[in-house]
């Protein structure tokens, strides 16, 4: 670990997971990089410079991608992982986080969530404001659970799947890689085809 941090991406998703690093209060100096060179500062950090430049700093900088898109973010924590960058992992002090959780380096668990006993969260996922994951839940890389989706006892969701605000899942559901499911949706049986599901309960569109 280093006593500096650098977050790539500084528009709203970038700006909420440097507000939680500056909570945990656990590095000294935090800047961003931004491929928008017209963006100078965020949130009263600076943009040091541009995404192709993270290399130059890996020795230094701590590095968390702050990106939302869920390919994209993975693109480049792959990259960095590879290069041998050191990957936090940012929990706002205000996130409640049970006995035996396993999170993985380059997630984010914002304010007011929620992760019950049990659960394997994996790399460069966003367990955004106030989602639950109750017990004995598998969340694969890369997912993002929007805020206040919520899912109940035994749920696993596929890598890079991404879960739309307000959304629901029954307990024991396997969602599959690569799905979007809508905002407010209710998921109560397994999806086994990637795709974009909305509606209560969930259909394809
Ligand atoms: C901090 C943050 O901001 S985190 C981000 C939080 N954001 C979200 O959760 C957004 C979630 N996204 C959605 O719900 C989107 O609507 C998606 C991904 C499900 C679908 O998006 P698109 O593929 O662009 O679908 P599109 O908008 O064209 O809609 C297709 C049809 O589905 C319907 N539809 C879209 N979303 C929903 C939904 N959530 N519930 C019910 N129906 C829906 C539309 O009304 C439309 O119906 P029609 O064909 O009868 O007119």
């Known amino acids: 670990m280093n006593n500096k941090l650098l977050i790539i991406g500084a528009s709203g998703h970038g700006k909420v ?9 656990k590095w000294k100096e935090m ?11 965020s949130i009263g950090l ?21 990106i939302g898109d869920n390919a994209i973010r993975q693109k480049v924590l792959e990259k960095l992982e590879k290069a041998g960058a050191s990957i936090p992992i940012l ?7 049970g006995a035996q959780v396993d999170i993985e ?12 006993c049990c659960t394997k969260i994996g790399k460069g996922c966003i367990i955004n404001t106030g989602a639950t994951i109750d017990h004995d839940n598998y969340i694969e890389d890369f997912v993002h659970l929007s805020p206040g989706a919520h ?16 959304s629901v899942v029954s307990n024991n559901i396997k969602i599959t890689k690569g799905c979007k499911i809508g905002a ?3 998921v109560v049986n397994d999806i086994t085809e990637s795709g974009v599901y909305v509606g209560v309960p969930v259909r394809r569109i």
Not at 105 to 116: K, R, S
Not at 151 to 166: D, K, P, R, Y
Request: net charge negative; no cysteine; aromatic share 6%.
């Open 91 to 97: 929990i706002h002090p205000d996130a409640v986080i």
């Open 46 to 66: 600076e943009v040091i410079g541009t995404t192709n430049e993270v290399f130059s700093h890996i020795d230094e900088y701590d590095i968390f991608v702050g």
């Open 184 to 186: 407010g949706a209710v």
């Open 151 to 166: 899912l109940a006892g035994t749920v696993q969701v596929g890598n890079g799947s991404w879960l739309g605000i307000g």
């Open 105 to 116: 380096i380059g997630t984010t668990v914002m304010a007011g969530a929620v992760v019950n």
């Open 17 to 25: 997971v440097a507000d939680i690093a500056i909570k945990m209060n």
């Open 31 to 41: 800047a961003f990089l931004d491929d928008d060179e017209s963006i100078k500062s």
